[in-house]
């Protein structure tokens, strides 16, 4: 069984940065994709970032500029760099793998202040 343990999440201020990490432990299968997506209080869940075994990376439009993937395959480790946060950038950020079915991080809290 796979599990990811997703860290990193603090209170910092609006402009600073903070970077994410994602490791994955278990019996570890062929990631087709990993990234991270986020959670606010009364939103859905939505795409940050995301990147394929290959390295080909999507970010949301929101964090486009902000925010970098990058993933270390012999780690198996995937972390999000977020630079210039936001007020609006505050939320729950889960990590994520689809592997053929999807697995989840429990999630880290990333608050920013104004």
């Known amino acids: 069984q796979v599990q990811l343990v997703d860290s990193g999440g603090v209170l910092v201020q609006a402009g600073e940065s903070l970077r994410l990490s994602c490791a994955a432990s278990?019996?570890?299968?062929?990631?087709?994709?990993m990234g991270w997506y986020r959670q606010a209080p009364g939103k859905q869940r939505e795409q940050v970032a995301t990147i394929t075994s290959g390295g080909s990376t999507n970010y949301g439009d929101s964090v486009k500029g902000r925010f970098t993937i990058s993933k270390d395959n012999a780690k198996n480790t995937v972390d999000l760099q977020m630079n210039s946060l936001k007020p609006e950038d505050t939320a729950v950020y889960y990590c994520h793998a689809f592997v053929g079915y999807n697995i989840w991080g429990r999630g880290t809290q990333v608050t920013v202040s104004s």
């Open positions: 278990g019996s570890i299968p062929r990631f087709i994709v």
